[in-house]
């Protein structure tokens, strides 16, 4: 084998390890960039799940009091046209 097979031979090793190398530290990177993102992701969700929970439990407050705002309204209506009838 001529020297500048050999020397060929030895940089384009060198290259695939440094690639090789630069591979897996990605790799590593993108794995704990996916349990990062999947952490986030389950936080953004309880989040969302407690603010359903917290609206749901403030319609079936509201609800009811709203009811019976329309009902008093309508009954002080009532009362007022029957004293102006007598």
Known sequence: MSPAAEILVIVLSIVLAFFLILGI??????????RQIRRVTKSAENMVDNIELTVSRISKVISPIFIAD????????????KKKEE
Not at 26 to 34: A, D, K, N, S, W
Not at 71 to 76: A, D
């Open 70 to 81: 329309i009902v008093s309204k309508f009954v002080k209506k009532f009362n007022s046209s």
């Open 25 to 34: 530290a990605l790799l590593i990177y993108l794995i704990v960039l996916t």
